[in-house]
């Protein structure tokens, strides 16, 4: 028989990546649970054992998620407190506790046949977003159902791999996807899922190449063959022919040169070559990662995202826990400046300490941020005396978030004033002249700028949320993430009238978005005037190559002419050909 020629499966590119090994197939795990008559004596005993199946499995979640915290920070982690929510939900809870009662049946049955429900609802969402929820509730589900069956860790099939492969399956959940040994693991391939499944976001975090979306690749192919995987264009390649495989591995060795050159320009500075120095700062999820961002070459902390603090706990963070957090920040990084960003939880951020009655209907556009501070003084004023007794002594800078009228800055200046009162009549040492910034992330706040300008000491730009809520996008819903477009000429303009006001009121001006780190917006937003960009720590190194080949006078000149132009794709060209004029060596 001759061997097979070469087939392409053509997937979804969820993390960048080429990986080349035998493929190991992890099928699909199916819990046998039975279904059994039990007595009225018996039902508290069934009750029993699901509330001791609630307490181990929540044990298990939480290690999973400060395992997986420890790996890839805390906002990839959140992924696992998501779950933790799912398990201790009071009408799965609820309805499984009545089901066992009135039908008098043995509780694993009663809790799959109520998780079952729920999930087939999910799964029939037109939204894919609520679709690949329902592989969380599955996989909550299954992880009780296995403590209930009374399964061992052992049992689970990945254990069975002997050797670094390729993992191929119908869907990897997120709990499935932390426990592979990743010394065993090339890349990931599924028949479903999309860029904003867990399996995805994981595979990003955890820098594993992924593919995604696949269809019925578990079942074209078998453990053991070899195949090529390609994170960056969503393609797996089985039986790879010999020019495919010159042509990847000319890809890889240009992978390598760059990572090369990157390493030569880490400790340099950030400067164009007709001088003009930029401000090169990371983004930092939790203090544990602080001491990584010295290894990429960053200057501080453009945006610490407090949240994590605040994050799967019982109780509110107080003063003194507070203080040594961002204390311990600031050593790490000293003497560089950190800047902290005040609360931010609501919208996508989960967290057990704000849950309310009842979900908000839009949530993007409800109850979050300076908002939520506002109507909780108390654990406002908490963390504001906590960041103030950090700085003192230290270059610390306070954010405020989502502000959108002069009055809610007002409010927060108000009680950043009271904190120091209060600090001044408790005897504790702080930053009396800490400067404070916002950041800028609606459409209402660009509009206000000037205003807001005379009031504080700089601003940060929030892309992200500028993007979303300007062209009125949710990048999570895969039916118009096609839309959420940052070259867009409304965005462009935006971001200059925001640092034309900065600017003219004397203050400093970044951008902490993921357009930061995007080496085709660099040239564009250096033009436009940013003098500082804060982005994810390992994307530093590139950003500031590329800077340090540019001029800053051919910057203007493209911003110039970007902000005449109409259409979004001709401004990403034009900045994405004056990067690759500059610096063509920079992979994609």
């Known amino acids: 028989?001759?061997?097979k020629g070469e087939i392409i499966f053509q997937g979804v590119a969820a993390s960048g990546g080429i990986c080349r090994g035998r493929v190991f197939v992890l099928g699909r795990r199916h819990l046998h649970v039975p279904h059994r008559m039990i007595t009225q004596d018996d039902v508290n005993e069934e009750l029993k054992r699901l509330e001791e199946s609630i307490v181990s499995?929540?044990?298990?979640?939480?290690?999973?998620?400060?395992?997986l915290r420890e790996q890839v920070g805390s906002h990839d982690a959140d992924i696992f407190e998501a779950h933790l929510l799912v398990l201790e939900d009071h009408a799965l809870i609820d309805e499984t506790t009545k089901l066992v009662e009135c039908d008098l049946c043995n509780v694993e049955y009663a809790y799959q046949k109520v998780t079952n429900k729920y999930a087939k609802a999910l799964e029939s969402m037109e939204d894919d977003y609520l679709r690949e929820r329902a592989v969380d509730l599955r996989d909550v589900s299954n992880r009780l159902l296995s403590h209930l069956l009374g399964h061992a860790e052992e049992d689970y099939p990945y254990n069975n791999m002997r050797e670094p492969c390729i993992v191929v399956g119908h869907d990897l959940t997120p709990s499935t996807t932390v426990m592979l040994d990743r010394k065993m693991v090339l890349g990931f391939a599924t028949d479903v899922g999309?860029?904003?499944?867990?399996?995805?976001?994981?595979?990003?975090?955890?820098?594993?190449?992924?593919?995604?979306?696949?269809?019925?690749?578990?079942?074209?192919?078998e453990s053991g063959q070899g195949i090529l995987l390609d994170g960056h264009n969503g393609k797996v390649i089985e039986n790879p022919s010999d020019q495919t495989l010159f042509e990847y591995g000319h890809v890889i060795r240009k992978n390598e040169d760059q990572d090369v050159r990157l390493a030569k320009v880490r400790e340099l500075a950030a400067v164009t070559l007709d001088g003009h120095e930029v401000t090169l700062a990371a983004n930092l999820d939790q203090a544990s990662e602080a001491t990584d961002i010295t290894k990429y070459g960053a200057e501080g902390v453009g945006l610490f995202r407090s949240e994590y603090l605040f994050l799967n706990r019982s109780t509110w963070p107080d003063e003194d826990l507070q203080t040594g957090v961002y204390a311990q920040v600031a050593e790490a990084l000293s003497p560089d400046p950190i800047i902290i960003r005040t609360l931010d939880l609501g919208a996508d951020k989960l967290s057990t300490l704000t849950r309310t009655n009842g979900e908000e209907p839009n949530p993007a556009l409800g109850w979050r941020a300076i908002r939520y501070c506002l109507d909780h003084r108390e654990i406002f004023k908490?963390?504001?005396?906590s960041i103030l007794r950090a700085g003192s002594k230290r270059n610390i800078k306070i954010m405020f978030p989502m502000i959108t009228t002069l009055s809610e800055l007002d409010q927060a200046l108000e009680l950043l004033e009271e904190s120091k009162q209060s600090l001044r009549q408790e005897g504790k040492p702080f930053d009396a002249g800490m400067k404070v910034g916002v950041m800028i992330e609606t459409p209402g706040a660009v509009m206000i700028a000037d205003t807001l300008a005379s009031k504080v000491?700089?601003?940060?730009?929030?892309?992200?949320?500028?993007?979303?809520?300007?062209?009125?996008v949710d990048r999570t819903n895969d039916k118009i993430a096609h839309l959420y477009n940052p070259t867009h000429p409304g965005i462009i303009?935006?971001?200059?009238?925001?640092?034309v006001a900065a600017h003219k009121a004397g203050i400093h001006v970044g951008i902490c978005g993921e357009m930061a780190g995007e080496p085709d917006f660099v040239p564009l937003l250096l033009g436009l005037g940013v003098d500082e960009l804060s982005a994810s720590a390992p994307l530093i190194p590139q950003v500031k190559y590329l800077i340090r080949r540019l001029k800053i006078e051919e910057s203007r000149a493209l911003a110039e002419q970007a902000l005449t132009m109409q259409y979004s794709h001709e401004i990403l060209e034009a900045s994405r050909t004056l990067m690759q004029r500059v610096a063509p060596e920079i992979v994609n």
């Open 493 to 499: 303009r935006s971001i200059r009238q925001v640092i």
């Open 194 to 221: 999309s860029k904003t499944s867990h399996t995805a976001i994981l595979a990003r975090a955890l820098k594993i190449p992924a593919v995604v979306g696949l269809h019925n690749i578990s079942s074209k192919i």
């Open 382 to 385: 908490t963390q504001l005396k």
């Open 57 to 67: 499995t929540r044990k298990q979640l939480t290690d999973l998620h400060q395992s």
């Open 1 to 3: 028989m001759s061997e």
């Open 457 to 472: 000491n700089f601003f940060s730009i929030g892309t992200n949320d500028l993007i979303q809520y300007s062209l009125a």
